[in-house]
């Protein structure tokens, strides 16, 4: 675990396709590729990945950014990624009061030193005060921690899918379903 000092973080979130520069997309698609090779659930399940693979997911991601239906909330430090999150909400009014979190990762140089849990103090404030949201849900791969950490924070399991995600033959993970309420 890292521990050394860490500079002031910046925390920021950004809700429209015009606001992501050439260089943000850069760095939310390294920081995809280095969580990912590092064994990161963040969404493709089977490293390696590069460019070619992140890149247009980065693209996908950033072209369906909109102020009432999805942001991007992200963590740097000297101007610098340190970690990034998507949150998103479907307006159809019988779910519009919840939201669902993707893609929560950071820098693995700058894990243990409390970004993620800043990211996610972070979005907790927007989806409240900003997106008028009720609640946060989200998917974990079981097996990794990631359970423990968003406990620490205030989530609750309330289900599970057994044995949902296959990451090889024989290595089968629980897909944990996650909520945050009251918000």
């Known amino acids: 675990m890292n521990s050394g000092p ?20 850069q760095a939310l698609t390294a920081c995809w590729i280095e969580v990912t090779n ?3 659930a963040a969404g ?16 996908s991601l950033v072209a369906g950014l909109a102020r009432e239906t999805s942001r991007l909330v992200i963590a740097s430090i000297d101007g610098d990624l340190a970690g990034w999150l998507n949150v998103r909400r479907d ?5 519009a009061h919840w939201g669902t979190l993707h893609h929560v990762q950071t820098r693995t140089s700058l894990r243990g030193r409390g ?12 989806a409240r005060d900003e997106m008028g949201l009720e609640q946060l849900h989200l998917a974990a791969r079981g097996g990794v921690g990631l359970e423990d950490f968003y406990g ?3 989530w609750k399991e309330i289900g599970r899918w057994p044995g949902a995600l296959r990451l090889a033959p ?10 945050l309420a009251p918000l």
């Open 170 to 179: 024989g290595d089968d993970r629980d897909e944990v379903l996650m909520m």
């Open 44 to 59: 493709f399940p089977f490293p390696p990945i590069d460019a070619g693979q992140a890149a247009p997911a980065v693209d």
């Open 38 to 40: 590092a064994g990161g």
């Open 152 to 154: 620490r924070l205030g």
């Open 6 to 25: 860490l500079c002031p973080l910046h925390l920021r979130q950004i809700t429209a396709p015009d606001d992501v520069t050439a260089e943000l997309r």
């Open 91 to 95: 307006p159809f009014e019988l779910i």
């Open 115 to 126: 970004i993620g849990a800043a990211l996610m103090h972070h979005v907790r404030e927007i």
